[in-house]
């Protein structure tokens, strides 16, 4: 039985590439297990919040890591099912 508890990362509401970058380096330094990044901040999202997910999303999978992007509005919802990210989406 699993036992270990998810990486949880937080984005901010505007993610700066700087941000995005240390987030993905957390994720790189993290051993490869299940990470659940908060989105909520997330309240009116734009394709530069989706660029931010998909980043996250690949540096995620380059660890093994299994990301599931948690607390996302219908408005970041509706840009995850348009580019495909939607599978990541969590409660």
Known sequence: MET???LVVTLP???SRDEVAVL???LGAAPPGEVVCEVG???HPDLAA???LAR???AAGRRGHRIRFHGAGPELR????L???DGTLGG
């Open 4 to 6: 270990s508890r998810p």
């Open 13 to 15: 509401a505007r993610p």
């Open 83 to 85: 580019t495909g990210l």
């Open 24 to 26: 993905c380096g957390e």
């Open 41 to 43: 901040a997330l309240t």
């Open 50 to 52: 989706v660029d931010a």
């Open 78 to 81: 509706a840009l995850l099912l």
């Open 56 to 58: 996250l999303k690949l």
